[in-house]
């Protein structure tokens, strides 16, 4: 047995070292903080606000970072209320939340990790997977796949006028979210989420916003051709 003072310095360093569920899993690497010239709109408007910030005022934006990133996305945002004019989802129901998108290979192939804010607070991981499709007009609101955690945590309330962190990554299939720096969401997107490949992005429906977002810097700040039109919202 190992003597008392031995045994507390064991018990500190294993849960220091076992307490890392806070901590990034991916490699540290230099924050980048996004304009809005860097992402691609595919439905709905991005106002620029003072620095980096910008606004959404409409009850459905949909966009995508035009660059290649690690799977990373930080964002800081203050929710203001409802854009008004409110919008159903492709199912009928009428939600506001916020979200961030990873691996976005298309409008019908990708993963969400989506903060539903009204009617009911809550963090949803989803997979949508319609492989062979490519634009809305072919997939819709077909191919979402609810995941399971293996490990998840309440989200905070979000009231109009207060400002939130939200922040995802993957590494491979796990995908680990945080709300507030609080681990809410880890497990497996499966295959069926690995299988995608494309950038990060951002998405919101019926929820007034302004919003900060921050990479991880990528290895070349070359961009891409922006996909925006019919077809390319999610």
Same mark, same amino acid.
């Given at each position: !047995?190992?003597?008392?003072? /031995?045994? #507390?310095?064991? #018990?500190?360093?294993?849960?220091?070292?076992?307490?890392?569920?806070?901590?990034?899993?991916?490699?540290?690497?230099?924050?980048?903080?996004i %304009?809005?010239?860097?992402? $691609?709109? &595919?439905?709905? &408007?991005?106002?620029?606000?003072?620095?980096?910030?910008?606004?959404?005022?409409?009850?459905? !934006?949909?966009?995508?970072?035009? !660059?290649?990133?690690?799977?990373?996305? @930080?964002?800081?945002?203050?929710?203001?209320?409802?854009?008004?004019?409110?919008?159903?989802?492709?199912?009928?129901?009428?939600?506001?939340?916020?979200?961030?998108?990873?691996?976005?290979?298309?409008? $019908?192939?990708?993963?969400?990790?989506m903060? =539903?804010?009204?009617?009911?607070?809550?963090?949803?991981?989803?997979?949508? %997977?319609?492989?062979?499709?490519?634009?809305?007009?072919? $997939?819709?609101?077909?191919?979402?796949?609810?995941?399971?955690?293996?490990?998840?945590?309440?989200?905070?309330?979000? =009231?109009?006028?207060?400002?939130?962190?939200?922040?995802?990554? !993957?590494?491979?299939?796990?995908?680990?979210?945080?709300?507030?720096?609080?681990?809410?969401?880890e497990?497996?997107?499966?295959?069926?989420?690995?299988? #995608?490949?494309?950038?990060?992005?951002i998405?919101?429906? /019926?929820a007034?916003?302004e919003?900060?977002?921050s990479?991880?810097?990528?290895? &070349?700040m070359?961009?891409?051709? $922006?996909?925006?039109?019919?077809? @390319? %919202?999610?």
């Open positions: !047995m190992l003597p008392k003072r /031995n045994l #507390l310095a064991w #018990l500190v360093i294993a849960a220091i070292s076992t307490g890392g569920d806070a901590q990034s899993s991916l490699p540290q690497g230099k924050l980048i903080t %304009s809005r010239a860097d992402l $691609c709109v &595919t439905e709905g &408007t991005l106002g620029q606000l003072d620095g980096k910030r910008f606004s959404v005022g409409v009850p459905k !934006m949909r966009a995508y970072l035009d !660059m290649p990133t690690p799977q990373f996305l @930080e964002t800081r945002f203050t929710y203001l209320g409802s854009t008004g004019h409110e919008a159903p989802l492709g199912s009928g129901e009428m939600r506001r939340q916020f979200g961030l998108k990873l691996r976005a290979a298309n409008a $019908c192939n990708l993963v969400y990790v903060w =539903r804010i009204e009617p009911e607070s809550k963090l949803v991981v989803s997979v949508k %997977s319609n492989p062979g499709q490519d634009s809305s007009t072919e $997939c819709g609101n077909r191919g979402y796949t609810n995941i399971k955690a293996r490990q998840s945590a309440a989200v905070p309330v979000v =009231r109009p006028g207060e400002t939130h962190n939200l922040r995802a990554e !993957m590494n491979g299939q796990e995908l680990r979210a945080f709300a507030d720096g609080a681990l809410v969401w497990g497996s997107v499966g295959a069926a989420g690995m299988a #995608l490949d494309g950038p990060v992005g998405r919101s429906d /019926n007034r916003l919003i900060a977002l990479v991880l810097r990528p290895a &070349t070359r961009a891409a051709p $922006c996909r925006s039109g019919p077809g @390319e %919202s999610e």
